[in-house]
């Protein structure tokens, strides 16, 4: 099991950063492939993005591609969402999670925490 608690949520300004952070726990997380996704209300999930176990393979969708970056202490057992420029539209619950190389789905997931941006 692999348990993942997010922080660093926020109310921010239209044009202001923000950088969450998801702590790991219990198995070896530096095996673990991981990623953010988003929430807002009456939508559904948006993935983030996707960072490969060892960071070598980064992934985002053309929303945040540019503003928004993830990496990873494994050290640390620490996946980051750095987010730059941040806009109305970004405002949701960013869940952290995590899955086996050799999986296809993300099994573990953490349990959010509110991004919300002002105009």
């Known amino acids: 099991q692999v348990q993942l608690v997010e922080s660093g949520g926020g109310l921010v300004q239209a044009g202001a950063s923000l950088r969450l952070s998801c702590a790991a726990s219990?198995?070896?997380?530096?095996?673990?492939?991981a990623a953010w996704f988003r929430q807002a209300p009456g939508k559904e999930r948006e993935f983030v993005a996707r960072?490969?176990?060892?960071?070598?393979?980064?992934y985002y969708p053309d929303s945040v591609k540019g503003r928004f970056t993830i990496s990873r202490d494994n050290a640390k057992n620490t996946v980051y969402l750095q987010m730059n420029r941040l806009k109305p539209e970004d405002t949701a619950v960013y869940y952290c999670?995590?899955?086996?190389?050799?999986?296809?789905?993300?099994?573990?997931w953490g349990q959010g925490t509110q991004v919300t941006v002002s105009s």
């Open positions: 219990g198995r070896t997380f530096s095996g673990f492939t």
């Open positions: 999670a995590a899955r086996a190389m050799t999986a296809t789905t993300f099994a573990y």
């Open positions: 960072i490969t176990s060892t960071g070598d393979t980064i």
